[in-house]
């Protein structure tokens, strides 16, 4: 007759109140968002939708968490329709963007080139590792024989979202365009 060897079963580690340690959040996590974040620095509502709506809500459909920084204070619903939030651009953002260290930072051309403090936050990013600073909008960026250009071809979805933004905004949704055209930026990037 054969005899079968079965190990003791383990009793489970106790953690507080007599319930399993596994079932413990771990510290270092509580509290923080495990999504990828994006910034997003606009001049208003309307220029967002317009020039990066499509690609904004791509990057909420995979996942991301958008928010949108404003220079101008508008209606917040076309930025909630393309599934970001919204926030106004002040003098304290700016060292608050660094300190969420987002995964990526979007900023108008526009913006870029006329504000100090916004380039300062451009390049501290690109220098901080941040794995992706793009400009967008702005007739610089339309150059195709310009260094870093990376077109955006928005999905079916993202282009309804964008066109329903654009009407959310009072501005014509037929101005959505097939490629949002993009621009690698950092410290030495820009002419």
Avoid: N, Q
């Avoid at 990828?36 to 968490?65: S, Y």
Wanted: net charge positive; aromatic share 4%; glycine share 8%.
């Amino acid at each position: 007759m054969t005899t079968i060897r079965t190990r003791a079963a383990v009793p489970p580690l106790e953690g507080a109140r007599g319930r399993p340690a596994v079932h413990r959040v771990a510290r270092p996590l509580a509290g923080r968002s495990l999504r990828r974040r994006l910034v997003v620095v606009a001049p208003d509502v309307v220029e967002t939708a317009r020039f990066a709506g499509g690609w904004l809500v791509d990057r909420v459909l995979a996942g991301w968490e958008a928010t949108v920084l404003c220079a101008e204070e508008g209606d917040p619903l076309p930025l909630r329709i393309l599934g970001a939030a919204s926030a106004p651009l002040g003098p304290a953002v700016y060292s608050a963007v660094l300190r969420a260290k987002p995964h990526a930072v979007a900023v108008h051309a526009a913006l870029y080139g006329r504000d100090p403090r916004i380039r300062r936050l451009v390049d501290e990013a690109a220098a901080a590792g941040t794995d992706e600073v793009v400009l967008w909008g702005g007739p610089r960026l339309l150059d195709p024989a310009a260094a870093g250009m990376m077109p955006h071809r928005p999905s079916r979805a993202a282009r309804v979202f964008k066109a329903r933004a654009l009407l959310a905004a009072a501005a014509d949704p037929g101005s959505v365009e097939p490629v949002e055209i993009f621009r690698k930026a950092g410290p030495l990037a820009w002419p």
